[in-house]
């Protein structure tokens, strides 16, 4: 079946430091990819999204690029803020597979000033 | 326009009771998902419904759980009897239409813990 996985966290960074969150996935089709972030006690929000091989998707100074040749979707940031820190999941649907999101399990991201 | 409204945000509920769960799509939103959360686990899908229509029930235990979407009114997660190890968090999402591209958006959530 269809499976996400993403580094083990916690991942603790100083400010402006530079982020990568690992994210690969098992899936068969082209599915589409996202990243969603947590903050405390809150649901999730999309932080960006890709849906073909190579596509790029960016906001908030994040960015993740499709890459189907190793089945990856890494989350990077060049310089975070203490705002940032929340639970990222990285998640994948398809057609074909009812569109639920199959997440994997978190990574959360501590950013100490 | 509002976003996914989900209430109760905390349930406490004793072993043997029922708990409700309710969520409220976006307004022009007919798709519905939802999702467990355990605590430090990712998010697992559930169940997803259309107006009237349970399309994916993949996800739902066998027993005790079940889910509506009524033609009038917001999406119902009934879980019957609980147990201590449905306490967790649980999300609705909802999106306008059917895609793999199309953004589910999350509601806040509703915590339930089983005493």
């Known amino acids: 079946g269809d499976s996400v996985t993403q580094m083990e966290g916690p991942v603790t960074l100083s400010e402006e430091a530079f982020l990568t969150i690992n994210c690969t996935y098992t899936a068969t089709g082209y599915p589409s990819l996202f990243w969603y972030v947590q903050y405390p006690g809150e649901g999730l929000q999309l932080l960006l999204k890709?849906?073909?091989?190579?596509d790029k998707g960016s906001n908030k100074g994040f960015e993740a690029t499709y890459r189907k040749e190793t089945t990856s979707f890494h989350l990077e940031k060049g310089s975070v803020q203490v705002s940032d820190s929340a639970v990222y999941f990285c998640?994948?649907?398809?057609?074909?597979?009812?569109?639920?999101?199959?997440f994997g399990k978190g990574t959360k991201l501590t950013v100490n000033p | 326009n509002a976003g996914v409204m989900q209430n109760p945000r905390h349930l406490v509920r004793r072993r043997g009771q029922e708990a409700r769960l309710r969520c409220s799509p976006m307004k022009g939103h007919s798709h519905v998902y939802w999702y467990r959360q355990l605590p430090e686990e990712g998010l697992k899908f559930m169940v997803y419904l259309q107006k009237e229509n349970i399309i994916d029930e993949s996800g739902m235990p066998k027993e005790r759980f079940s889910a509506e979407f009524p033609k009038e009114g917001p999406s119902i997660l009934r879980i019957q009897q609980v147990v201590r190890g449905d306490s967790a968090a649980y999300f609705c999402?909802?999106?306008?239409?059917?895609?793999?591209?199309?953004?589910?958006?999350f509601g806040p959530g509703t915590r339930l813990t089983v005493t």
């Open positions: 890709a849906t073909k091989a190579d």
């Open positions: 998640a994948l649907n398809r057609l074909g597979g009812s569109e639920k999101l199959v």
């Open positions: 999402a909802s999106s306008p239409s059917w895609g793999a591209a199309h953004e589910q958006y």
